[in-house]
């Protein structure tokens, strides 16, 4: 009789960071850009979407494995490779990048629970302000995963949307695989809006800071750099991990696109400003269930998004200034880690107060995370190739082609935008 072969891994366990970073990704912030996206240009920009998607799935790859085989995060490695200057520039435009999108985040959530239920939206931002921080500082990283991990599945909510209201397929399908770009500030600003709350910098620290979370909550499990025999097993993991995660996120991306480019753009409502715009605007057009199925995703993902923006903050600064970090340790063991996290998070609620406008929040948060990509990309893949940080692990040449391409196309498309602005 042979060896039994060995048990198969379920579904749900071999799915992780990539997955909840690919959610992440359609937060809040995400969904009123792809939403304006369909409703000023219809079907128009649905190609970006199917065009980010492997540009996506390389550079996230490249962030995971930095992280595993590292057993450090992205600032960690910028710190231990790169100049002062550089790691401080870095670490400090993705903080100001992440407070705006956890304003905006926070607001647009607030706003979807007051259009269904009623009541004061600035109690609803803070009581999902306060429920995200108790979350990640009090409950133990090991039940706090699976947490994020469910939450995954509020996106769905924009699958069952564009599955009740009336889509012209045959017209969808031909503008997502034939481009017709047009040479204007307002649609290339928002093309590099779609590319910027696509290929995000907060995913690139998260991803990687997750994968060093689970490397150090596993027993046995070590950076690959120090146990060369597990390379085959999580390599692989994070490919495939990788791979669904982007996949789904452009998924849910191309549906909110195609539902508000066929009920809002078709109706001539062309002008969606929020999340909660939207939504609000589906329900003359598309009926109240669709209004509901996408007020109540709003919330699902903001609660899903506005840790992995904290956390990836308060990430990257405890590694610029070397403080013990990550979610696996207590509030007494981390306390700096877990103040970064609780003033981005409340700096975000007091911006909400503050009056500032959320459209301008929105937009700036968007664009403001397209630009700032192009120096982070750069640098993640000058990390990936380098033998001192990655040992024998660098990146293979179609990775790299990946990462230097998906690197040239934000860098071409934030040109494009400034040079028609």
């Known amino acids: 009789m042979s060896a039994a072969a ?31 996206a369909g409703a000023q240009y219809g079907y128009g920009l649905l190609w970006s979407v199917f065009l980010t998607t492997p540009l996506m799935v390389g550079i996230q790859t490249i962030s995971a494995r930095i992280g595993r085989v590292t057993g450090h995060g992205l600032a960690a490695n910028i710190r231990d490779h790169y100049p002062p ?21 926070l607001g647009a959530m607030g706003g979807a629970l007051e259009m269904v239920a009623g009541g004061p939206s600035q109690l609803y931002i803070v009581f999902f302000a306060l429920l995200s921080l108790t979350l990640q500082i009090f409950v133990p990283f090991p039940r706090y995963a699976p947490i994020l991990k469910w939450l995954t599945a509020s996106l769905l909510g924009y699958v069952a949307t564009v599955l009740v209201v009336s889509v012209p397929w045959e017209e969808a399908t031909v503008a997502a695989f034939i481009p017709h770009v047009q040479w204007r500030s307002e649609y290339l600003s928002t093309l590099v809006a779609v590319l910027g709350t696509t290929i995000s910098p907060y995913l690139f620290f998260w991803q990687a800071s ?10 046995g499990h070590e950076p690959l750099r120090e146990a060369p025999g597990q390379a085959i097993e999580h390599l692989a993991r994070i490919k495939f991990d990788t791979w669904i995660g982007m996949v789904f996120s452009n998924l849910i991306a191309a549906c909110i696109m195609v539902t508000t480019a066929a009920t809002l753009n078709a109706h001539g409502v062309t002008n969606v400003d929020s999340a909660e715009q939207a939504a609000a605007a589906l329900r003359p057009i ?14 699902g993902t903001g609660l899903l998004a506005v840790p992995v923006l ?28 877990y103040a970064v996290l609780a003033a981005a998070t ?76």
């Open 6 to 36: 060995e048990p198969r891994v379920p579904l749900l366990k071999r799915l992780g960071p990539g997955l909840i970073t690919g959610a992440a990704d359609d937060d809040p912030s995400g969904i009123a850009t792809y939403s304006q």
């Open 346 to 421: 409340l700096i975000g609620v007091a911006l909400d107060f503050s009056g500032m406008d959320p459209i301008r929040m929105l937009l700036m948060s968007a664009i403001v995370n397209g630009v700032i990509a192009v120096p982070i990309m750069a640098v993640m893949m000058m990390l990936a190739v380098k033998p001192d940080v990655m040992g024998a692990f660098t990146v293979s040449p179609r990775l790299r082609a990946l990462g230097w391409l998906s690197t040239l196309v934000m860098a071409a498309a934030v040109a494009a935008m400034f040079a028609t602005l």
């Open 85 to 105: 200057w550089l790691l401080h520039g870095v670490v400090s435009l993705l903080v100001v990048a992440n407070v705006l999108n956890i304003a905006a985040d």
């Open 286 to 299: 598309a009926g109240n269930f669709a209004f509901l199925l996408f007020a109540a995703s709003i919330i």
């Open 210 to 219: 997750q994968e060093v979370e689970e490397q150090r909550a596993a027993p």
């Open 310 to 337: 904290a956390g990836s903050a308060a990430y990257a600064v405890a590694e610029a200034r070397r403080w013990p970090i990550g979610l696996g340790l207590s509030l007494s063991e981390a306390r700096n880690f």
